[in-house]
């Protein structure tokens, strides 16, 4: 448990977790401004950190610009704002009163107000093991304009140099990992598409440039929002530096009043020391145990009809591919889009969420009792924030999508967006959604968005900019209710692929679907940027079939298993024309992925080896006694004779048994010379070790 302490005399507070303390205090001015945050010290060391303010500044230079809490527009402070306001009679500048704060356990809030204008603002700091989830409040007795309201601005010790560590990508290539040197300026990471996006994730990391794998200081944040989003990374030629972020999307104004508070979304903060292995680790316990769901839970193994079957669902060819995915051990069959209304294609019946009865005359309780009979649990695909323009929907609703008026509705997909920020769809999608639930037993929903937000207006609303908040709020709220009101429900956060993978989707989803890309080669490094911050507990995986239908490669079946099974594994191939061998090596390998699933699902990863062209890829999980190896190898070069893996995460003193294999080995010697991996030979080779501790 962490700890929330105050020292009166210096009017500073300190957050104090296991390995890390974060302490802030008020300024002469009542200005909330940043003090520590770094390795753990006793909170009474912490006042030897108080500065004395230098007796001048140069009129360009000061010394404590870019160390406020939340940056905010005014005076003579020019570092990038978090916080910009307008009132009603044209004034920006924002002056800070310190009202009081709260201290309840592990959560602090510091209220302040504006000096003159009826602004109140209230700071949030929770701790949550080793992360400070920081978020901010505002409001207001009259009307007041925020036309930029991030959630914290994190201010980072000062170092020599600095590097920022992000991902990036786009459809079929997330999360790609990027290092590079800090840019003196403003950098900025954003969406401006109405979700997360495929471009890039809300989370960055910044160390001194010097941290490893192992080895080194890094701070991490991350944002917890499933819209359009902003990170701001400024540098300055005096050293410091400040990550910023919240809301994104550029020339949008909230407007704050009466009965209309802003509450920011939370923005996470995390310090470790071990580099950014260990910096992963801690995100990843962090959302396991405070963010998922149900974290204690182990995601089944799943069968997906997409790749087999496409729009042309049917009743027949789905229990086909049941029976066959319940023979293979699968325990949660997965009915993909083309279930409903005109759904024969991407051209039309989007938004018409009534069974088609041509493709299954009894409704879907025939299917869905014949998947329960096998033993599997019954999910299908929905895409509740979507319309195809020709539907029924569409037809009788054209004012329910996002739409200017005089202006065109592009179309991406044959779809549209619909305003989920409005009352009436909110309803209209909780009724038909509720429905499908609880009248067919639907155990999971892979929930779809499959584009960004274009033409975002709402013609007659007399604030049409709130849409931009307000939709991903009612998703979550839409979410957070399907779940309450039935309790068994699981959702797949999905969105063209890999577009809505955040820490918000994340706690209202029990996993995520990564990427459409399969191919096992190019898995290895979308998985390598997403574990960076998100845990392998809601990574969905596919086994799918040659050729990939998106690199257009052929891979080994086996190599293609043990790739997915380093997350939640899944299998989405047309397993009706699988060959019989083929179908008992899948046999053998989910049930090897049974048996080792708590242990990818809830166990520490550790990287041995990053994705290369050539040599050997190697991962690594630890959980409780238990540990599971993973190795590839993409080609096979030059006769080069195979290494030992140096193994991580081991006790030296223990001893580990490998039964497969009938080897015990010393961890001392893991740790220190490796373990001989025994790879095949020739191109994609792969191999699962598992290790049991004996003590």
């Given at each position: ?93 924002l002056e800070w009163r310190y009202r009081n704060h ?304 005089h202006r065109r509705r592009s179309a991406l997909r ?81 969105s063209g692929g890999g577009g809505r993978i955040d ?193």
């Amino acid at each position: 448990m962490g700890e929330i302490g105050f020292l009166d005399e210096h009017r500073t507070w300190v957050l104090t977790g296991e390995t890390t303390t974060y302490a802030l205090r008020l300024g002469e001015d009542d200005v909330p401004t940043h003090l520590y945050w770094g390795p753990k010290l006793r909170i009474e060391d912490v006042p030897q950190l108080i500065d004395k303010p230098l007796p001048w500044w140069d009129g360009f230079n000061d010394p404590g610009e870019g160390l406020d809490e939340l940056a905010a527009d005014g005076g003579t402070k020019y570092w990038t704002p978090a916080l910009q306001v307008r009132f009603t009679d044209g004034t920006r500048a924002l002056e800070w009163r310190y009202r009081n704060h709260e201290i309840d356990q592990d959560h602090l809030r510091i209220h302040c107000e504006d000096r003159h204008y009826p602004l109140r603002i209230t700071l949030h700091y929770r701790l949550k093991s080793e992360v400070i989830e920081r978020w901010t409040e505002l409001t207001a007795d009259t009307g007041v304009d925020v036309t930029r309201a991030d959630s914290a601005t994190w201010v980072l010790p000062v170092r020599d140099d600095y590097r920022l560590s992000h991902v990036t990508g786009r459809w079929a290539a997330e999360t790609q990992l990027r290092r590079t040197p800090a840019p003196h300026g403003e950098t900025t990471f954003a969406s401006r598409r109405g979700i997360t996006g495929h471009h890039a994730n809300p989370w960055v990391m910044v160390d001194d440039g010097t941290a490893t794998e192992r080895h080194g200081e890094v701070y991490g944040v991350a944002l917890a929002w499933s819209g359009s989003w902003r990170l701001t990374v400024t540098r300055s030629s005096t050293g410091r530096m400040t990550v910023s972020g919240g809301f994104g999307q550029d020339g949008v104004t909230h407007h704050v009043g009466p009965g209309t508070p802003l509450i920011t979304p939370v923005i996470a903060g995390l310090y470790t020391n071990g580099g950014f292995g260990a910096a992963s680790r801690a995100w990843h316990s962090y959302v396991r145990e405070h963010v998922l769901p149900h974290p204690r839970e182990l995601r089944p193994v799943l069968y997906n009809s997409w790749e087999a079957t496409g729009f042309d669902v049917d009743e027949a060819n789905q229990r086909t591919l049941a029976e066959h995915a319940a023979a293979l051990g699968v325990e949660l069959f997965v009915v993909d889009d083309g279930w409903f209304g005109a759904r024969t294609g991407d051209h039309a019946g989007l938004g018409d969420w009534h069974v088609n009865r041509d493709r299954f005359p009894g409704g879907l309780e025939p299917l869905v009792d014949a998947v329960h009979g096998l033993g599997m649990k019954f999910g299908i695909w929905v895409e509740p924030e979507m319309v195809n323009p020709d539907s029924d929907l569409y037809r009788a609703h054209p004012d329910w999508v996002l739409h200017h008026p005089h202006r065109r509705r592009s179309a991406l997909r044959n779809q549209l967006v619909l305003n989920f920020a409005r009352p009436d769809v909110q309803e209209w999608a909780r009724d038909w959604l509720d429905r499908l639930v609880g009248d067919h037993g639907i155990d999971f929903l892979k929930w779809d968005m499959n584009r960004p937000f274009s033409e975002a207006g709402w013609p007659g609303d007399p604030d049409p900019d709130r849409l931009w908040v307000e939709h991903t709020r009612a998703v979550y709220s839409l979410m957070d209710r399907l779940r309450q009101d039935h309790p068994g429900l699981r959702i797949e956060a999905c969105s063209g692929g890999g577009g809505r993978i955040d820490l918000g989707a994340l706690a209202r989803a029990d996993q995520v679907w990564t990427s459409d890309n399969t191919d096992a080669l190019d898995r290895l490094r979308i998985q390598h940027g997403y574990g960076q911050l998100y845990p392998a507990r809601a990574m969905s995986a596919w086994v799918t079939d040659n050729p990939n239908f998106v690199t257009g490669r052929s891979v080994p079946l086996r190599f293609r298993f043990h790739v997915a099974m380093a997350g939640v594994l899944g299998v989405g191939g047309d397993i009706a024309r699988w060959p019989g061998d083929d179908l008992a090596l899948a046999r053998e390998l989910i049930a090897l992925y049974q048996d080792i699933r708590p242990v990818v699902q809830h166990g520490a990863l550790y990287r041995l080896r990053p994705p290369a062209d050539d040599g050997v890829t190697a991962l690594q999980y630890v959980h409780e006694d238990r540990t599971v190896v993973f190795a590839y190898r993409q080609a096979a070069h030059f006769n080069a004779p195979e290494r030992p893996l140096r193994l991580d995460g081991l006790d030296p003193a223990d001893r580990y048994v490998d039964s497969d294999a009938g080897t015990t080995y010393s961890g001392a010697v893991l740790l220190a010379r490796g373990l001989p991996l025994g790879l095949p030979t020739g191109d994609f080779a792969s191999v699962v070790v598992r290790l049991q501790r004996k003590i």
